[in-house]
């Protein structure tokens, strides 16, 4: 297992390629099951949750075939070709499921294609319970039987196919929403989804399903309706830029004092983000390469609640929290989307952080500074918290569990290399 070694106290500066969002890459992958043609998508990055994606699209009896690299210098991101002629397994196993969540996500396709389809379920994880009761819900409004038994959920569709109909989500949902959207476009008529998720990764899941022949209205809104077909084309796709790893790096600039151009960074997805950081004193440009961002005053603490999009993103919160670390005064941070989010509090106590937590707020006292200290994190953001952390602390920080980060940020080392900071990853 590898880790993180980090030596704080380099302000970063220069150009960061921003790479595809794996959030929309996972989603548009699993939409290639929806047809028999072939669909080609670009700008996807080189992660460990697409590789299991591939994995999954495999055994259900896809194709995917490495077309070619992104970018002119360093080639971050791929050219993916991706055909499922036929559907050869319409289980979903254990094995693949439980290596990630976004697995469910074949659900809907296998089920509105083939009139059948059994998935592992995915059970909780570090940061949440997790149910998908939402997506079966959503399913059984277009007519699906569902039945779970020995971890699995198994869906039929009715003779004839799913029928398009009006899905009303208790709760907004990410991935149910991109699920009954991927599963509507082959019922039979019209679907309406209400208070489906507004996420720019749905917008990005959605302009594919459209250039693969759905026709889809409401995109980016909370009422999205989808007019079903009997077959879809196969489509060329350009996955969207990640914002979450965008943010990242803003705050990896923000967090050392330095100046940071995030290339390819898309603005308009990262508003809610931007306008803490800068209440926090942090400078932010666009430019025509994406984004500049920059510090030299102090920081100062802010107030924040994680909500769906357009709100703050949780998959930013431990990031952010990590910077307040060191604002002059107190910050408050609410995690409203899942129960067990804060399992970078304790580790970045560890390092110095002045943190208290009652039920889903952190109160963050800001400290003059953090130590280096072998840290641990049992997810994804938690980990890139405390890398962030790290660039900032004084003396070596040790991030553990290296895999949690290698799901979501494409060459991680590579890139903060790039912008001087002193950073190794070796084998533990
Ligand atoms: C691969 C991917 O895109 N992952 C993102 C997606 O996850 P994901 O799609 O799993 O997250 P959801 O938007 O579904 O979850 C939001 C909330 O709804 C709850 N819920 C969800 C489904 C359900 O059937 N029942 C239910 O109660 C969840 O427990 C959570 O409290 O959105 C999350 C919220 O922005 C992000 O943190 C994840 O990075
Ligand atoms: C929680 C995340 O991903 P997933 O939903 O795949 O676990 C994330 O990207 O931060």
Redesign the pocket.
Known sequence: MDKLIVRGGQKLSGTVQISGA??AALPLMAASLLTDARLRLSNLPRLA?LATMGDLLNHHGASVTIEGAMGNGRPYGRILALEAPHITDTTAPYDIVRK???SILVLGPILAREGLARVSLPGG?A?GTRPIDLHLDGLKALGAEIELNEGYVTARAPRGGLRGGRVAFSKISVGATENLMMAACLANGETVLENAACEPEIVDLGECLKAMGAPIEGLGTPRIRIMGQASLSGATHRCMADR?EAGSYAVAAAITGGRVTLAGAEPASMQALCDILKEAGVDIAECDAGLIVSREGPLRPVTCTTHPYPGFPT?MQAQLMALMTLAEGESVITEAIFENRFMHVQELARMGADISVSGSTARIRGVGSLTGAPVMAT???ASMGLALAGLAARGVTEVHRLYHLDR?YERLEEKLLGLGADVARVAA
């Open positions: 794996k959030n949750d990630m969540r976004a994880c940061i979450i998959d997810d994804l953001r979501g």
